[in-house]
C-alpha cells in the first residue's frame, strides 16, 4: 500500500493530538474546512473513519487509534531532525513530579546543563500525567511499575519511605528508639499504605485508629514542610530530604525503610529513543544516582 499523501498525514496528525479540527486548523495555519476535506480524504483512502464527532469534541475511532501513533512518532522524528539544524539551540523539555522536581532534580540540573552548554532545558511541574502526543514535552520522570504504552521506560531508583519528624516534635513527645514509640505521635499522611507497610515490617500491628484523615497531602515535598513546621511525623523518602536531614532539622529516627511496588522512571516515546539529548540526559541521571547511592550507603 502506498502512503498516504503527507498533507492528509500532517493534518491527521495535528487533529489526532489535539482532538479538535479547529484547535488543528489554527496550528496549520489552514480553514477548518481545509482541515475537514484532509480528513476525508484519509478517511476514503483508509476505508474508515478515523474520528467520532460527539457533542464534547472528537475521538478517535479504532481505525484512527491504530494510525495516531505511528504518525505522531514519525512526525516527532521529522521535527526533531529539523530542529537540530546547525546554529539553532536545542531545547529538552522535561515534565517531572513536584517532589521529584523541587526536591531533587532542580539541584542537578546546573551541572547538567554545563556539560551540555549548547542544550537549553526546560522544566515543567505537573503531578498529572503528560500526554506526549498532546504536550510539548520531551522525557518526563514519572512514578509508577514502569510501564505505560507507547513509551521507553529507564528505571531510575526506587520509592523508599521511613517515618521522619522535627526536632521540636521529638523534644515535645519525648525520645523515639523503637518502632512502637511512633505509635503515639500525630501522623501527617496517615492514610497512605506506606505506614501498613513500615509498621508491619517492624512487627507492629496496623492500627485503624490512627487513620483519622488528619492530613490528605500527596507530594512529600509539601508533607516534609509540614513536618518540618512541627506538624506532625511524615512518611517520606530519605532520597529527597539529605539536606534537612544533613542539618537535622529533620529527624530519621529509623533507617530501614519500607519500599513501594511503584518507582521512578525516565519515560519517553519510542520514536525519540535515539535522539542525543535524551541520551545525555539519561547518562547524566544514571552517573548522579549511581553517585548518590554511594552516599546514601555510607
Known sequence: MELPPLAALRVFDAAS????????????????????????????????????????????????????????DAFDLLREAFSATEGQQETLSISTMTTISSNWLVHRLGRFQLQQPNLAVRLETDDKVVDFARQDVDVALRHGAGEWDGLVSHFLFHSDVTPMLSPALLQKHGAVTKPEDIIDLPWLNNSYRGWDGWLTMNGVPELSCKKDRRFEIEAQSHLGRAALAGEGVAMLNP????????????????????????????????????????????????????????????
Open 17 to 72: 493530538r489535539q482532538l479538535s479540527f479547529t484547535r488543528a486548523a489554527e496550528t496549520l495555519g489552514m480553514t477548518q474546512a481545509a482541515v475537514s476535506y484532509q480528513i476525508k480524504l484519509l478517511e476514503e483512502r483508509l476505508g474508515g473513519q478515523l474520528f467520532l464527532r460527539n457533542p464534547k469534541g472528537l475521538e478517535l475511532t479504532t481505525l484512527g487509534k491504530r494510525f495516531a501513533g505511528p504518525t505522531t
Open 239 to 298: 532520597r529527597f530530604f539529605r539536606f534537612e536531614l544533613a542539618t537535622g532539622s529533620l529527624v530519621q529516627p529509623f533507617k530501614d525503610c519500607w519500599r513501594s511496588t511503584n518507582s521512578y522512571w525516565l519515560v519517553f516515546p519510542h520514536a525519540r529513543r535515539n535522539r542525543p539529548a535524551i541520551k545525555a540526559f539519561l547518562r547524566f541521571l544514571q552517573s548522579e544516582i549511581e553517585a548518590e547511592e554511594i552516599e546514601l550507603a555510607a
